[in-house]
């Protein structure tokens, strides 16, 4: 893993041109998926700690889990995405790249750890009154990894752009698969949720919350948000 | 950092004429680093120069409440800016890799010194004013944003010379860390509350959590 790491790092050029090129790819996706699991874990049990260790241990397997699970969707639409649009890429490549872009985003998410961490310890405990620190604390977890997803998939573009084709091409892929994560990680995170922990007493720490796969993120949205902050506008 | 800088044989052998080269020529360290000279006893000495300098600016924040403040706030003050560097170390290693920058442990170890000690020079050249307006307001709103101003006068220094040392990191890029970098302070500032002023027989360190935002707002009440 460390070896990926220094890849990673240090050696992304070298990484790209094997990923590309025609060896078997197995052992690579191998070390990426673990070394996404692990940084994603870590961050997770750091994103669970403001409600207590369950709720870290909880996030520590469910962060990993939303990388994976949002990646196993996405990448068969990506491959063939790729192939209708004339990039030619085996579905192995595909593959590789969608993880190095979530290995990459969770390489940064644990260099940011250190900071979250020291935000939700300076965070006042969770309790009916604590409702703003809850809001901060999600925001800067949302911000967090959104600009994380954002530089791991800069790796995914600067991966594309080493293909030999013409650069619209390669946006018009490269806007499908980011359009793509989002939208389907928006709704893994949601399913799987809790991550930061809610303060009211309705809702207790658990891993899935029993209405997990009733309705979705962007129900959710369109049926309570915009119409509150409509109202909010109109007041 | 240009390459033609010329390096002194013979490296610094004091903290004072350390610092004194870091302003000066910003770039021999780095031009030492590519060389494969020794850093160690350069980052050592930059670094401890670096925790004087500030704790020569805490002394002087302190004149505002005046007394023990004084000498509390010089042992905060290195504090807070040594516990925000370690804790945003990582971020900076990971964000100029990933930028494309050939960091070698001794080229990020001289970038990240030099940063805190270009900051820290920053700070003790502002003592004076600071210490002006510290011993003659009795207003603890208006030197909360004097110092404020002068943190962000030393971070525009600071980030003056890491876009120096690092010229392959987008300028949005190192613009996000500086961001997060105030954040921490901010944040590990109110954390070894209170600096500025202290209440009479209330202890060094303020119990409870607080965010930074919610104690600013109570010292600028």
């Known amino acids: 893993m460390t070896a990926m790491l220094a890849h990673l790092l240090h050696r992304r050029d070298h990484l790209l041109t094997h990923i590309l090129g025609r060896q078997p790819l197995g052992r690579t996706l191998a070390d990426l998926t673990l070394l996404m699991t692990i940084c994603a874990a ?169 209405d997990a796969l009733e309705g979705n993120v962007y129900e959710f949205i369109g049926r309570d948000i915009v119409p509150h902050l409509w109202s909010r506008r109109r007041h | 950092m240009t390459p033609s800088v010329e390096v002194a044989a013979q490296p610094p052998g004091t903290v004072l004429s350390t610092l004194d080269e870091l302003l000066r020529k910003p770039d021999a360290g780095f031009a030492r680093a590519r060389a494969g000279a020794p850093i160690g006893a350069w980052a050592i000495r930059v670094f401890g120069g670096s925790l004087v300098c500030c704790a020569l600016y805490g002394a002087g924040s302190g004149f505002f409440a005046g007394g023990a403040q004084i000498g509390i706030a010089a042992v905060k003050a290195p504090l807070i800016v040594a516990w925000s560097a370690l804790l945003c170390l990582p971020s900076l290693y990971v964000f100029g890799l990933l930028a494309g920058a050939a960091l070698t442990r001794a080229r990020f170890i001289v970038t990240l010194v030099g940063f805190v000690g270009m900051l820290a020079l920053v700070l003790v050249g502002l003592l004076p004013i600071e210490w002006l307006f510290s011993v003659s307001t009795r207003s603890l709103a208006f030197v909360v944003w004097l110092h404020l101003a002068l943190w962000g006068v030393a971070v525009a220094f600071g980030a003056r010379f890491l876009r120096a040392a690092l010229p392959e990191m987008p300028a949005s890029a190192l613009l996000l860390w500086l961001v997060l970098f105030c954040v921490v302070c901010f944040q590990v500032t109110t954390f070894m509350r209170p600096t500025l002023w202290r209440e009479p027989n209330t202890p060094v360190v303020a119990h409870g959590k607080l965010f930074f935002l919610d104690h600013f707002s109570q010292a600028l009440r």
């Open chain 1, 42 to 210: 870590c961050y997770g049990a750091v994103l669970g700690i403001w409600h207590g260790t369950r709720l870290a241990a909880y996030d520590a397997v469910k962060l990993p889990l939303v990388l994976v699970l949002t990646s196993s969707f996405t990448v068969v639409f990506s491959w063939v995405a790729a192939l209708a649009l004339s990039l030619p890429l085996r579905f192995a490549q595909v593959a590789v790249l969608t993880f190095l872009a979530l290995a990459t985003a969770s390489v940064v998410l644990l260099s940011l750890a250190p900071i979250a961490w020291f935000f939700t310890l300076c965070a006042p405990a969770p309790s009916a009154a604590t409702r703003t620190t809850h809001n901060a604390l999600y925001l800067m977890h949302t911000g967090f990894v959104a600009a994380c997803g954002m530089a791991g998939t800069r790796a995914l573009w600067q991966g594309l752009c080493r293909l030999e084709q013409p650069r619209s091409v390669v946006r018009r892929v490269y806007l499908l698969w980011v359009l793509g994560y989002a939208l389907v990680g928006g709704e893994v995170a949601w399913a799987l949720r809790p991550f930061v922990g809610s303060v009211s007493p309705r809702y207790p720490v658990v891993f899935l919350r029993e």
